[in-house]
C-alpha cells in the first residue's frame, strides 16, 4: 500500500516537537554552564574561556553532517555561548562608539548580543576602560583593506600595557540612507572620511558635484540626518534601522572585497590555540644596514609576516617605530628564538599579544 506524503500541517507538527526539544536542550545546557560558573567563582577561575569556546566552534562545525549551514550553526552557537556566559557572569565590552558604528557590529560579531556592550567616544577611552578594567575587553578598528591603517589605534599600543587576545575580520557593506529614499532629495551627504573614501567613484558617477561632509562616525552622520530631509549618510544597516532612515542606494562602496580588520584588547593574555598570530612593536638602533637585518631573523627561521607597517615615534623626530605581524605564537621555540635576534637591532621590543588567526 502507498503511503500519502505528509501534509503541510504533519510537518509543521514536526517543527513544533523538534523546536520543543530544542529549546529543552538549550535549558538543560544553561543549567550545567550555571554549574561551571558556581565552580569558578568558588576557584577564581576566569568567567569567559575563549580556549573552550573555540574547541567547541571546532568541533561542532567539523561534525555537522549539514544540510543546516556551518555559517548559521557557528552565529546559532555564539549566540547560545553568549546568553551563557551572561547567566554565569555579564561580560562587559567597550568598543569605539556611538551605536551602530562598524565597531558596534565587528563587537556583536566577536562576543554575541547578550554581552554588555559599551560605546565610548574615542579610541583612546576603550584603552582607559579595559586599563582601568572597567570593561573586560575593548574593540578597535586598526586596518582597513582599501585605505589602511588605523594610525590611532597603533599610536595608542605604544605606551598601553593592553594585550591582543583576538582579530575579528569584518566585511563592511555601505548604505546611502536618507528620510524619503529617493536619490533626487540629496542635496549634501555625510560620513566618516574613511567611509567617504570607500565610495568616492560611487558618487562621482551617481551623484557627482554633491558636497560630501566629514563627520565624527558613520552613525554620527545617519542620527544628523534623521534630523534634516536635504541630507544622506553613509553609514551601515544597523545605523539606518536604529535611526529609522530609509535605505537609498545599498552596498555603494568602490571595492567588492572591503575589510575591516578589529583587534580585541584585553589585561590578561590568551592560550595558544595552534593557529596563532603574533603583533610585535619595536624600534631599531640607528646602524647601517638594518633595516635589512631586522628582517633576517623571520627569514632565515621561514617566518611568515603578514604585515609590517612605521610609524613616526612622537617623541623623537624622524626616528619611527615598526609594527609588525607575523604567524606563529611567542611561545613556538622559533617564533622566540626570531624575537630573541630581533632585539639585538632593537633600542626596545614589546610583545602586543598572540591570539589566534581569524579565518
Ligand atoms: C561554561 C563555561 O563558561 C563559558 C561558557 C561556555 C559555553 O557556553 O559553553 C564556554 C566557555 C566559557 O566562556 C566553560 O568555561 O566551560
Redesign the pocket.
Known sequence: MQQDAPTIEQLRTSIDTIDNRIVELLNERARV?VE?GKLKSGSNME???PG??RQ?YERLLSRNPGPFPNDALRSIYRE??SA??AL?SPMKVAFLGPKATFSHLATMQQFGLSAELVPLKSIPSVFEEVEKGKALYGMVPVENSTEGVVSHTLDMFVESSLKITAEVLLEVHHDLLSRSGRLEDVKKVYSHPQAIAQCRQWFDENLPGVPLVDVASTAVAAQMVSEDSTAAAIASELAGSLYDLKVVRTRIEDQVNNFTRFLVIARKEIERSGNDKTSILFSVKDEPGILCRMLEPFAKRGINLSKIESRPYKKKAWEYIFFLDLFGHVSEPEVAAALDELKECCQFLKVLGSYPRSI
Open positions: 554552564v561551571v568567567f569567559h574561556v573552550r569556546e567547541i547560545i555561548i551563557s556566559l554565569e
